[in-house]
């Protein structure tokens, strides 16, 4: 920790966001050896953003409720707040939960929370959200979702305008494969990534026989075991029609799978 060093970024950051050259800035994009600024959050009160990427930088739970009440930053329509390695930079599922609250960010279409250790109580939080209806892209990629998660997204009555949902190694299994694919307000998905949640043949096949995600035209479910028999449904699928982007990475699909779904 060398406090020098962080203290003369500070300054050199300090003057940047009070310079008047910075009144207009409309995106901000910080990370890497920028985790200094976790403990500064309030240079943030002095920009009007529409976009502000802290990714990799380590904000935990009460950094992102400093966000969540910045009045200053309720002009955000995208906000990334990717988690770090250590475990000291996730938000998990209080800081979820204050920014699924946040009167400051109803502006907000695209959300990024990769990496965060959110649980289901969390995405229950976002799925109930009433202030973050705006949303169209919500990334929760390596978080501890489950298929309990995949269910309360599958039923949110809020989240209706999400055109893209990614959920990268979400653990949600066939369970929540089989919840996303009968939900009732998720029709207006275009891109849904499910990689590596260990679906299996049956998930596929319950996505494949979805007309809630009729209108997917990007699917992404490589490393999730669903065989010959999952290439198959997803090649028969009558309801998947719009597709023009499909990744099946990993699947050991086989010879009889890839002649299936070409």
């Known amino acids: ?36 600024l976790s403990g500064h959050l309030e240079l943030l009160s002095h920009l009007r953003l529409s976009s ?3 990714r990799n930088i380590e904000i935990n739970e009460l950094q992102a409720r400093v966000i969540a009440d910045s009045s ?11 988690g ?11 800081g979820v939960r204050a920014i699924a609250e946040s009167e400051n960010l109803r502006n907000l279409s695209s959300l990024v929370l990769d990496e965060n250790e959110i649980g289901p109580d969390g995405v229950w939080a976002l799925a109930q ?8 892209s919500l990334a929760l990629n390596e978080n501890e979702i489950g298929p309990d998660g995949a269910r309360v997204l599958a039923e949110t009555t809020t989240l209706t305008k999400l055109s893209s949902l990614e959920l990268f190694a ?4 066939v369970a929540g494969a089989r919840a996303l694919a ?26 494949a026989e979805s007309t809630t995600l009729s209108n997917l035209s990007s699917l992404d479910l490589a490393y999730n075991k669903i065989g010959p028999d999952g290439a198959h449904a997803l090649a028969e699928s009558t309801t998947l029609t719009n597709l023009s982007s499909l990744a099946l990475g990993y699947n050991d699909i086989g010879d009889d799978g890839v002649r299936a779904l070409a």
């Open 52 to 54: 502000l990427s802290l």
């Open 72 to 82: 200053s930053l309720s002009g955000l329509s995208s906000l990334d707040l990717c």
């Open 182 to 207: 009968s939900s009732m307000t998720l029709s207006n998905l275009s891109s849904l990534n499910l990689a590596y949640n260990e679906i299996g043949p049956d998930g596929a096949l319950a996505i």
């Open 84 to 94: 770090t390695n250590s475990e000291y930079g996730k938000i998990r599922d209080e």
């Open 170 to 173: 979400g653990s949600i299994g």
């Open 129 to 136: 959200s009433t202030t973050l209806s705006n949303l169209s």
């Open 1 to 36: 920790w060398d406090t020098e060093y962080d203290s003369h970024k500070f300054g050199q950051l300090e003057s940047l966001v009070t310079s008047p050259d910075c009144f207009m800035l409309e995106s901000l994009e910080l990370g890497g050896d920028s985790s200094f």
